[in-house]
C-alpha cells in the first residue's frame, strides 16, 4: 500500500492525487497541517529532510518527494509520459516552468489570500506576485492559443502540473476571464478519465 | 550544429556547457545579457517565450528552454541519467529541489550581492534569502554526510544541477567552509572526466 503524505490544501499534493487515480491507484492518505510546524518535526524530516508535502511512502517503505518528480515516477511507462524524447524533455520544460515561475506566484498569493489572510509580512509583497502569476498565466495562454495540451496533442502530467494552481487561481484573486484558451484547457483537462477535484 | 542562448554569469546556462563538454559536443555561443531586456525582445521571445538563458536550438530549428530540462534531454541514454527508474525520479526530485529551494536563493543573492550589487529594492529580501539558502545547503550537506553523490553511486545531472550555483555560492557571501561534505563533493565533481569551469 503506498501511503501519501497530503494536505487538501495543496495543488502540489493533488497532483499526486490525480495521477494515482488517472492509473486506479490508491494510498493511504495522512493529512499534514502545512503552517503549524507539522512538517518541520523530527519525525517528518525523516520522510522528507527538505520538510515539505507531498512526500509518498512506496510499498518497499522508500521514500519520494517533489511532486513533479512523484508525477513522473508513476507516469513513466503509462500514456501520462510521452514516447519522444524531445516530447519527454518538453514535459519536464513546462514542469521546470512550473515550480519556478507559476508555483511561487499563483500558489503563494492564493495561500497568502486564501488561506492565511494577508498580513504585514506578506502584503506588502502581493503586488509583484500577483505580477509575476499573470506573467505565467501569460505564457500559458499564448502556447495554448495554438495547443490543446502542452506538449504534443496528448494530455501529459505536464498539463496536470499547471493544471493543479491554475484551476484554483481565482482563489488568490486572479481573474482567469481575461484567458479564454486557458480556461477551455481547464475544461479539457477535467474532462479526463478518472479526473478528481481537488476537494474529493 | 547546436546553438545555446548563453550567459557568462549564469549557472544555469552553465549546467549546459558542462554537459556539453562531458558528452564532446560543441554548441555556438550567443552570450545574451540578463539584465538590460536583451531576453525580452520580440526577436528573443520567439526563441523561449519565458524570456530566460540558458535556451538551446537543436539542429532541426526547434528550441528547448529550462535548464534542467535540457540536461535531460542530452543526458538521456548516457551515464550521466540513470537507469533505474526509482534512481530517475530521484534524480528529478534533487533537479525539483534545486529549481525550488536552491536556485531562488543561492543564485538570487549571488547574483544581487556580485552582479548587480546591493540596492534599496533587494538589500531588505537579503537576509531572509540568504537564511533560506543556508537551509538548502543543511539539507545538501545533510544528504552527501552519507553519501558521494546525490542519486545512488554515480555522479548524474543532479549533481551537474546542484554543482552549478553551489561551487559559486561564495561569491554571494555564503560561507561554504560550515560544509565539509559538500566541500568534498564539489572536489568530486570537479575531477570527473570533462569538467569545465564556469569562467571557461
Avoid: C
Amino acid at each position: 500500500m503506498l501511503t501519501l503524505y497530503d494536505s487538501a490544501i495543496s495543488g502540489n499534493a493533488y497532483k499526486v492525487r490525480l495521477i494515482l487515480s488517472h492509473l486506479g491507484l490508491s494510498a493511504k492518505r495522512i493529512e499534514m497541517n502545512v503552517d503549524d510546524g507539522s512538517t518541520r518535526t523530527p519525525e517528518f524530516l525523516k520522510v522528507n529532510r527538505n520538510g515539505k508535502v507531498p512526500a509518498i511512502v512506496l510499498e518497499d517503505g522508500t521514500t519520494l518527494s517533489e511532486s513533479d518528480a512523484i508525477l513522473y515516477y508513476f507516469a513513466e511507462g503509462t500514456p501520462y509520459w510521452p514516447n519522444d524524447k524531445l516530447d519527454r524533455a518538453r514535459v519536464l520544460q513546462w514542469m521546470f516552468f512550473e515550480q519556478y515561475n507559476h508555483e511561487p506566484t499563483i500558489a503563494v498569493v492564493r495561500h497568502w489570500v486564501a488561506h492565511l489572510g494577508k498580513t504585514p509580512a506578506n502584503e506588502p509583497a502581493l503586488p509583484a506576485k500577483t505580477a509575476a502569476g499573470y506573467r505565467a498565466l501569460d505564457v500559458m495562454e499564448n502556447h495554448l492559443t495554438a495547443n490543446d495540451y502542452f506538449v504534443g496533442r496528448h494530455y501529459s502530467i505536464a498539463d496536470i502540473a499547471l493544471y493543479a494552481y491554475t484551476h484554483v487561481a481565482h482563489e488568490g484573486g486572479f481573474d482567469l476571464g481575461r484567458y479564454p484558451a486557458i480556461s477551455a484547457w481547464l475544461k479539457r483537462v477535467a474532462s479526463q478519465p478518472g479526473h478528481i477535484r481537488i476537494t474529493d
